[in-house]
């Protein structure tokens, strides 16, 4: 897409800010009409209807064609359940500027990432002006287009634009008229962006999702599930599964682990590995080895019981999953042992991952614990997945029950 010019940008600001009102008396049954057709039509696109838009996708996502299938079911999928159409249809009236037009800051992955916020922006009626990522500018454009193609008010409503890196002028201009800017990124590229529009940000930064479990669950069980949440998006995502809290046997989790990653694998097989995130991975099993963790690998890397090492694994393989028992939690005392509010002392060691499906499992005693141990943690936390465990009725932390059953992938 070619750059917005400042002239440009001025127009299709003016032209968002005067259809608010034409949105704001939009029927939310033509709402709800209006998006779930154009989402069908971007699915139907996305898994090869438009081969330039898949290939794109391919591309930019580092994803292979299965595991890519498996994004874009998650990302489109739950923005056209009956609830979220219902939701549409009893959208409110916007709230805010009468001339308020938002701005729109997509960040590269994951893969359709565009479609939670324009459905946010339709639910709250609120024109928006979209930027893709130069390295993935595929999904937006062709969101904004569906819609754009079935109704005129979205037309007027939702629109691109595009800026290079130092195009000053035209992005001072698109934050001075923003009413609300809503990034996704990096933690410092938020941070700079927080510095600078201060209020009017709303921050979408790195995140990462954590599992509990009760020691009653069956790690053969639950295993299946929780290896889905860990090889969606290949990790590279804010709802990707990055740590467990057992209160069970955790070397017997690390073993089913290990062998539903594997099967996984087979059914959503990693994307093409960089030397980067194979040489980042290569350090955190020789970190783990180092510290005393039980360590189990997919392609049979070191200290995997029961698999002779018949040489180096192949790149790809590296990223097709590696199961971290954390020593400290489970020989020197489980987390909830600890007392911290302070993540620098925290037992825990929790950060958002670059990919290939690493998991670290830590022990704990009582559920209390556990969740007293991760709160130091919450602004970093977009789900703590929970079974087996009787949730508090209230909590600072966004707790989710874990379905215990997961149907085989499919091949």
Not at 69 to 89: F, P, Y
Not at 233 to 260: N, S
């Amino acid at each position: 897409m070619h750059s917005t010019s400042p002239r440009h940008l001025r127009e299709l600001f003016d032209r968002a800010a005067a259809a608010r009102v034409d949105l704001a008396a939009l029927s939310g049954e033509r709402l709800a009409e209006v998006w779930s057709d154009a989402i069908l039509a971007l699915q139907t696109a996305m898994r090869g209807g438009d081969r330039a838009l898949r290939e794109g996708l391919l591309t930019s996502s580092g994803l292979s064609a299965a595991g890519l299938d498996a994004a874009l079911d998650e990302m489109t999928g739950g923005v056209v359940t009956q609830a979220s159409l219902a939701a549409l249809r009893g959208a409110p009236r916007p709230h805010g500027k009468a001339d308020g037009v938002d701005l729109l800051l997509l960040a590269a992955t994951p893969p359709a990432l565009v479609v939670q916020p324009l459905f946010d922006a339709l639910l709250q009626r609120r024109p928006t002006l979209v930027r893709a990522s130069r390295r993935a500018p595929h999904a937006a454009p062709a969101l904004v287009a569906e819609l754009a193609h079935r109704e005129p008010i979205l037309a007027k409503a939702f629109a691109l634009v595009a800026w290079p890196a130092g195009a000053q002028e035209v992005e001072d201009l698109a934050f001075e008229r923003a009413e609300r800017i809503v990034a996704y990124g990096r933690a410092r590229t938020l941070e700079a962006l927080a510095a600078r529009i201060r209020e009017r940000l709303v921050a979408r930064g790195p995140a990462m999702a954590v599992a509990l479990l009760g020691p009653e669950i069956d790690p053969r069980e639950v295993a299946p599930r929780l290896a889905r949440e860990i090889a969606l998006f290949d990790q590279r995502g804010c709802r990707c599964l990055q740590a467990i809290v057992t209160l069970g046997d955790g070397r017997a989790l690390g073993r089913a682990l290990r062998d539903a990653l594997a099967e996984r694998a087979s059914a959503w097989p990693p994307g093409p590995a960089t030397v980067e995130l194979a040489g980042s991975l290569r350090r955190t099993r020789d970190v783990a080895i180092l510290r005393g963790d039980d360590l189990w690998t997919v392609d049979g890397e070191p200290r995997d019981p029961g698999i002779e090492r018949t040489g180096a694994p192949r790149l790809e393989d590296l990223a097709r999953g590696t199961v971290i028992l954390d020593a400290a939690s489970s020989e020197e005392g489980p987390i909830d042992e600890a007392r911290s509010d302070d993540r620098r002392s925290s037992p825990l060691a929790l950060e958002a991952s670059p990919g290939g499906r690493v998991v670290r499992i830590y022990t704990a005693r009582r559920a209390t614990g556990a969740l007293q141990a991760l709160e130091p943690w919450r602004a970093l936390l977009s789900r703590v997945l929970v079974a087996g465990v009787r949730l508090p009725i209230t909590s600072p932390l966004p707790l989710e029950e874990l379905p215990t059953r997961e149907e085989r992938p499919r091949q």
